[in-house]
């Protein structure tokens, strides 16, 4: 990590209580594995197909 990096990543800790930095570097468009309960996952399915 460069110097100015560590500084955003302090900043943002600093600032605001949280890693601005990373989150600036994480994309949105990125695929997440849906951790949901398999029942849950069946109740939602079932209430859709109604």
């Known amino acids: ?10 900043k943002g800790w600093k600032d ?6 990373v ?3 994480i994309s949105i468009r990125r695929q997440l594995s849906d951790a949901r309960d398999p029942a849950i996952k069946e109740n939602i399915k ?3 197909e109604r």
């Open 1 to 10: 990590m460069s110097h100015r990096d560590k500084m955003l990543y302090t």
């Open 46 to 48: 079932a209430e859709i």
């Open 23 to 25: 989150s600036r570097i």
């Open 16 to 21: 605001y209580s949280f890693n601005e930095y």
